[in-house]
């Protein structure tokens, strides 16, 4: 007890309750005002620090932090969620080229697995276990497929990165996939709560872009992942045009748990600290999931010095994949990992097809778009296990100011191998030129991928029939027998020949043209849906990043 001189007993006990109270009034003062600015900030932020005799150690530094100050040690990353808002979360991580790359990838891995890992198991609730309960059998021959390649692949990697970037970059790849698996078992145990998930698990969700094409060759889903690129060049005055892209990606409903991703890492061309060089690709911003390492809608936006890339896919339309499907374990390396490969060693467009074209396989077929700001070269790129190909663009788009992919091939070989569904191809394709014609501005741009303000694209194909040539907003909960499947995000990126501008985001469903918003518990309460908002009606935002 403290003890007052010259006072009595009870003036003591009195000074010592008052003093005491105080001090409790300051420490509750406190916790309710941290708590308060917790409430308003909700960005948590997160260093990863390492050492030869200590290993990794994740220090927290939960939220309202000044982020420009946080300390970059091997790597650190925040993470905001704002999916009830605008349905998108943010992670944004960064490493330290002063460490060896593993410690880098696998520092990165645990950041994004701990800071996500709600997210992520929510992610895995909604798709991969609703999936695979209704085929059991089916996912088993899948994971056992995705293990075995793994193992092998893995193994090549250990033998081969110390001489050859690819392989480096490889083995990268799955150093951090181990981080990611690491941090997000380190935040359920110290979040106390009962949820597990298998090591499978955690490679079924970062091989995203692998996934679609293998769940239609191994009948667990015929649903497909599919995009609807549009570039096109605006008109300004005494200025060269602005290069505008949008990427509106259909998919299921179950898959609108959305992430935009930033990863800035250190990384080297080959493991040595002292010799090697830097990647060309410092940076890659990516639309995203919840445990995915690459971005499975296939947007990404590569920064380097003094260059830009920006690489945007679709899947091909194709009715026969199980011609050109070839599953060998031991013959590809998976698409994730050639992608995420590809953006990070790519110096130019022609660079990134040289290596998505090494240790081709599996099961995906996907036409990309390569463009190049600073040059305004284009490179259009097709895909399969079997071939790819590729031309330049270039003339054809400053000729017509515009280009339009919803993976109808421009290959003939690659046509004659996929066998597209019959339609009238011709007539599409003067549909989607019509769009365009009296776009010469960003806004009116917006409106087209979101609904097609124009005249001659209405509210009428609400009733339209599921068709891989839909139209560019095509909602399957609007169908007279609803389907939980249409048009998920838009993706605007503005580039002049300086580099980017502009990039925003729009996540759900469109609602143009007097279309309802999108809402679960009237159209699918018996689906999945964890973690989502009961609405999905939401305006643009973009992505501000913190960290160079």
């Not at 991580?93 to 990838?105: C, G, L, M, N, W």
């Not at 788009?397 to 280009?403: C, E, H, L, R």
Request: glycine residues 6%; hydrophobic residues 40%; neutral net charge.
């Amino acid at each position: 007890m403290l003890k007052v001189v010259g006072a009595s007993w009870l003036q003591t006990r009195i000074s010592t309750y008052i003093l005491i109270t105080v001090a409790l009034l300051g420490i509750g003062a406190i916790i309710l005002g941290e708590f308060g600015h917790v409430e308003q900030d909700g960005t948590y932020s997160a260093t990863v620090t390492w050492n030869h005799k200590g290993g990794y150690r994740i220090d927290f530094w939960g939220q309202g932090n000044d982020l420009t100050a946080v300390p970059l040690h091997a790597a650190r990353a925040y993470y905001k969620t704002g999916i009830f808002e605008h349905g998108w979360s943010y992670i944004e991580i960064e490493t330290s080229s002063k460490y060896p790359d593993t410690v880098q990838a696998y520092a990165a891995g645990l950041l994004e697995g701990s800071l996500t890992w709600q997210l992520i198991h929510h992610h895995w609730y909604n798709t991969v276990k609703a999936e695979c309960e209704t085929k059991a059998a089916e996912c088993r021959k899948l994971t056992r497929y995705l293990r075995d390649n793994t193992a092998v692949i893995r193994e090549r990697a250990e033998l081969l990165d110390s001489t050859d970037p690819f392989w480096h970059m490889v083995r990268l790849f799955y150093t951090q996939l181990d981080g990611l698996e690491a941090g997000w078992k380190f935040a359920v145990r110290r979040s106390r709560v009962s949820v597990s998930l298998e090591s499978e698990d955690f490679l079924w969700l970062a091989l995203a872009s692998d996934i679609p094409g293998f769940q239609q060759v191994f009948n667990i889903s015929d649903i497909p992942m599919n995009s609807m690129i549009y570039f096109k060049s605006l008109p300004r005055d005494n200025l060269e045009p602005l290069i505008v892209i949008g990427h509106n990606t259909a998919a299921s409903y179950t898959q609108m748990l959305r992430l935009v991703k930033k990863y800035t890492f250190g990384y080297h061309m080959l493991p040595s600290l002292k010799t090697a060089a830097l990647i060309p690709s410092r940076s890659i911003v990516m639309s995203s999931y919840p445990g995915a390492l690459s971005s499975r809608d296939e947007f990404y936006i590569m920064r380097g010095e003094n260059r830009e890339l920006i690489v945007t896919g679709t899947s091909l339309l194709t009715t026969n994949q199980s011609e050109w499907s070839f599953l060998h374990p031991k013959d590809h390396v998976m698409l994730s990992v050639r992608l995420m490969t590809a953006n990070r060693l790519a110096t130019n467009g022609q660079s990134w097809f040289d290596t998505i074209y090494h240790q081709n396989g599996g099961a995906s077929a996907i036409q990309w778009i390569t463009f190049e700001p600073r040059s305004t070269t284009i490179l259009l790129v097709e895909q399969l296990p079997s071939v790819t190909v590729a031309m330049n663009y270039t003339k054809e788009f400053k000729k017509a100011g515009y280009i339009s992919y919803v993976g109808i091939s421009n290959f003939p070989n690659v046509n004659d191998i996929v066998q597209p569904a019959k339609k009238d191809i011709n007539a599409w394709k003067t549909r989607l030129a019509r769009l365009q014609e009296n776009i010469t501005t960003f806004g009116q741009f917006r409106n087209m991928m979101r609904g097609c303000s124009q005249e001659d694209c209405t509210a009428k194909n609400q009733n339209s029939k599921l068709d891989p040539l839909q139209e560019l907003t095509y909602r399957g909960d609007l169908e007279d027998e609803p389907l939980s499947y249409g048009i998920i995000d838009t993706k605007i990126l503005t580039i002049d020949t300086d580099g980017f501008e502009v990039f925003e985001t729009i996540s759900g469903p469109a609602t143009s043209q007097s279309r309802i918003p999108f809402k679960w518990s009237e159209r699918f309460p018996n689906i999945s849906h964890v973690g989502h908002p009961d609405t999905l009606n939401f305006e643009s935002v973009t992505p501000k990043w913190v960290w160079v």
